[in-house]
């Protein structure tokens, strides 16, 4: 029994010690961390108030047209209508073709 108490104690102890070390490796870092926080939350006032400061006024102020100088090079483009015409003939041809082609295979009434 006395083995199983003394081993019950030794391992408490290393717990223990384990808890103290950890604590220990918390603290002393802990000036550190708060002096980033600091630092931290000052940078982030400085921005919001920059951020606060902004003048959204006018976005557009400056913005010009780069686009009011050009010239439109299609502007006096014309259709070539007798192509347009013949094209047009040529599909209705085509069209009528087809139709004959399948009244003969219909068997349809000449």
Same mark, same amino acid.
């Given at each position: 029994?006395?083995?199983?108490?003394? $081993?019950?104690?030794? @391992? @408490? %102890? #290393?717990?223990?010690? /384990?808890?103290? !070390?950890? #604590? /220990?490796? %918390?603290?002393?870092?802990? *000036? *550190?961390?708060?002096?980033?926080?600091?630092?931290? *939350? $000052?940078?982030?006032?400085?921005?919001?108030?920059? &951020?606060?400061?902004?003048? +959204? %006024?006018? #976005?557009?102020?400056?913005? +010009?047209?780069? &686009?009011?100088?050009?010239?439109? +090079? &299609?502007?006096? #483009? +014309?259709?070539?209508?007798?192509?347009?015409?013949?094209?047009?003939?040529?599909? !209705?041809?085509?069209?009528?073709?087809?139709?004959? @082609?399948?009244? @003969?295979? !219909? /068997? /349809?009434?000449?």
């Amino acid at each position: 029994m006395t083995f199983i108490a003394t $081993a019950a104690i030794v @391992g @408490g %102890s #290393l717990t223990a010690a /384990g808890g103290l !070390a950890k #604590l /220990g490796m %918390s603290l002393s870092g802990r *000036k *550190k961390r708060i002096e980033e926080q600091r630092q931290a *939350k $000052a940078q982030m006032e400085e921005r919001m108030e920059d &951020y606060e400061n902004l003048d +959204t %006024s006018n #976005l557009a102020a400056n913005v +010009t047209n780069q &686009y009011r100088n050009m010239e439109n +090079t &299609y502007e006096d #483009l +014309t259709v070539n209508q007798q192509q347009a015409q013949f094209e047009a003939q040529q599909g !209705a041809q085509q069209r009528a073709n087809i139709m004959q @082609g399948l009244q @003969g295979a !219909a /068997g /349809g009434v000449v």
